[in-house]
């Protein structure tokens, strides 16, 4: 049995991976329930709206991340920054083929998220989900829309592209953040 | 979302009580529990002082290392114009069948999925504790914050199975339903809710 073997070593039990606290936002129909859900290889046939919040502990090799997904309906989103405290980073997730005026919400979104006081200085992955979609803008436009560079300069940030199909894809941009969180971690001093 | 564990009463720094004690106050709060010692033989608030409409509609167990689904309940929505249960406590109890094999795992993954009415709420609290008879497993202290009205969340919390010996193992399979607990819900430090469990890990009914 797996749990004898660690106390037969001199080092003692594996130490436990780390958790970071995330805050998962964006707007209804982006994506977030269905990319988290099948992150923890969840069925994703009987999905609706998120009417509240969703946490989920989602398991990677090197750490595991306890991500507070918040629903993106107008009702909801009033309520999004009584969860920012106590977060670690943030998953902001948008529709890459969304309509303009959906695209111009998630931008306000977005922006409004990357300067509020409780989330300014945490790192930030961006997901532009439904890139397999045919209306899908690309990364570089979203990048160029979003104005990512100018406005979250100093700010450690990921953008990425995204798509159900491609969990892969999804896992590794979900690295990248981890990687940014043990880089913050060591810069607070924490452990 | 990270749980507080080894809320033991020396841990936690609060005194130990009783549950009689406890019934003579007009309120319990968090730290009044945590120095609960064994199982409550009653409930400790009746089912009306759930005046937030907290609703519990789904539950499931998965094995962190795995990904397997061990268990899982859904509440069937009542249909409209239906009498709800004339048993009061009908809902606060739950009997859990295991094999010998639950034991064995290191870290569980729960989600409870949960209701709200149209109030919000400001501080929502959990604190569960894990007896096999009179000693006391793990007490877990989980804090749900906010919960935005009318509003469905769900939460997984990670549980790591406490270190038991061999004996205590032994002892909690040969004796069906010793292992209890007891569910406290505290909405801005007061005792709302209370549910219970029993658990057996024999492997048969």
């Not at chain 1, 009417?51 to 999004?80: C, M």
């Not at chain 2, 968090?30 to 409550?40: A, C, H, R, S, Y």
């Not at chain 2, 870290?107 to 409870?112: D, E, P, S």
């Not at chain 2, 430090?189 to 009914?205: E, I, R």
Request: overall charge negative; glycine content about 6%; charged content about 25%.
């Amino acid at each position: 049995m797996s749990y004898l073997l660690p106390t037969l070593c001199c080092k003692g039990p594996p130490s436990p991976r780390p958790e970071y606290d995330l805050v998962c936002i964006g707007l209804t129909g982006s994506g977030k329930t269905s990319l988290l859900s099948r992150l923890c290889s969840e069925a994703t046939d009987n999905i609706g709206p998120t009417t509240g919040f969703s946490i989920k502990a989602v398991p990677f090799q090197n750490a595991i991340l306890n991500v507070k997904e918040l629903g993106g309906a107008d009702s909801i989103k009033k309520y999004w920054s009584r969860y920012y405290q106590g977060s670690q980073g943030v998953v902001f997730i948008l529709d890459s083929a969304s309509t303009d005026e959906d695209l111009e919400m998630a931008r306000t979104e977005l922006h409004s998220a990357l300067q509020h006081p409780q989330l300014c200085t945490l790192p930030f992955l961006i997901l532009a989900n439904h890139q397999d979609k045919p209306a899908a803008r690309t990364t570089q436009e979203i990048k160029k829309y979003f104005e990512l560079e100018p406005l979250a300069r100093g700010k450690s940030w990921i953008l990425e592209g995204s798509s159900v199909d491609n969990m892969d894809a999804v896992k590794q941009s979900f690295t990248q953040l981890i990687e940014l969180l043990e880089d913050k971690d060591q810069d607070t001093g924490r452990i | 979302m990270k749980v507080k564990k080894g809320c033991n009463s020396t841990d936690a720094g609060v005194p130990v009580t009783s549950e009689d004690e406890l019934l003579r106050n007009p309120v319990i709060s968090p730290e009044d529990v945590l120095g609960l010692q064994k199982i409550t033989e009653n409930y400790l608030c009746s089912p009306e002082e759930n005046v937030h409409m907290i609703d519990f509609t789904r539950f499931k167990i998965r094995d962190m290392e795995t990904g397997t689904v061990l268990f899982e309940i859904t509440k069937p929505p009542a249909p409209a114009g239906e009498k709800k249960d004339f048993d009061p406590n009908g809902g606060r109890f739950v009997r859990y069948q295991f094999t010998p094999a639950f034991l064995q795992l290191r870290q569980v993954g729960a989600t409870v999925e949960f209701t709200v009415g149209d109030m919000p709420i400001n501080n929502f609290r959990m604190i569960e504790r894990h007896y096999f008879r009179e000693q006391l497993l793990k007490s877990f202290d989980f804090e749900f914050g906010f919960c935005m009205p009318s509003s469905k969340n769900t939460c997984e919390h990670i549980y790591e199975f406490p270190p038991l010996s061999e004996d205590i193992m032994r002892e909690m399979i040969l004796h069906p339903y010793k292992t209890q607990s007891d569910s406290f819900y505290f909405v801005d430090n007061k005792l709302v809710m209370h549910n219970k469990a029993d658990y057996s890990y024999s492997g048969s009914p």
